[in-house]
């Protein structure tokens, strides 16, 4: 059974920084592309970055870009997003997604973690 | 890429036969994919490739279309069924349509 547990989240003051992290298990995790996924509190669901299974290419909505960093341990099966300049549309829940191969439908997400940035 | 999702709100009866679309803003072939979302939850895929159901879907959910235009069909609405629904094309980066929330009638 695939599993994704991501941790890290929490309250932060705009500018600063975060990093989250997602726990991989029930599958060959260095065999597919993970991504993050994020949703506003209320809102739709908004791509974040995405990361193939060697690390060899490396994807940012143009909303992060700059700002955030994805970045993955196969060794560890673990994905991480280091967020620096948060700002309070930053604010919401980050998905760990795996894709099906790569360049791919999202087949399987985390419960996710809760990123506030706020004063 | 865009995407563009109607309705953004969709009022239903159990039994009812619902019809959500999807409109790309330049082709994707059949790289669309749906998924559910309850409250609080994680959203689950439904449907991908355009037409192709998940393992473990339900048969009453379906998709159809190719190129830009794009439907998710539920043949007879069910109580589990009440959630919100988003399409995904992942023809070039990720896109999300903006959501169609089916709420009771």
């Known amino acids: 059974e695939v599993q994704l547990v991501e941790s890290g989240g929490g309250l932060v003051q705009p500018g600063g920084s975060l990093r989250l992290s997602c726990a991989a298990s029930g599958f060959t995790f260095s065999g597919d592309s993970m991504d993050w996924v994020r949703q506003a509190p209320g809102k739709g669901l908004e791509w974040v970055a995405s990361i193939t299974g060697t690390s060899s290419y490396i994807y940012y909505a143009d909303s992060v870009k700059g700002r955030f960093t994805i970045s993955r341990d196969n060794v560890r099966n673990s994905l991480y997003l280091q967020m620096n300049s948060l700002r309070a549309e930053d604010t919401a829940i980050y998905y760990c997604?795996?894709?099906?191969?790569?360049?791919?439908?999202?087949?399987?997400w985390g419960q996710g973690t809760l990123v506030t940035v706020s004063s | 890429i865009q995407v563009t999702q109607s309705p953004s709100t969709l009022s239903a009866s159990v039994g009812d036969r619902v019809t959500i679309t999807c409109r790309a803003s330049q082709r994707i072939s059949s790289w669309l994919a749906w998924y559910q979302q309850k409250p609080g939850k994680a959203p689950k895929l439904l449907i991908y490739?355009?037409?192709t159901l998940e393992s473990g879907v339900p048969s009453r959910f379906s998709g159809s279309g190719s190129g830009t235009d794009f439907t998710l069909t539920i043949s007879s609405l069910q109580p589990d069924d009440f959630a919100t629904y988003y399409c995904l094309q992942y023809n070039t980066y990720w896109t999300f349509g903006q959501g169609t929330k089916v709420e009771v009638k």
């Open positions: 997604v795996r894709e099906q191969g790569s360049g791919s439908y999202f087949v399987d």
């Open positions: 490739k355009g037409s």
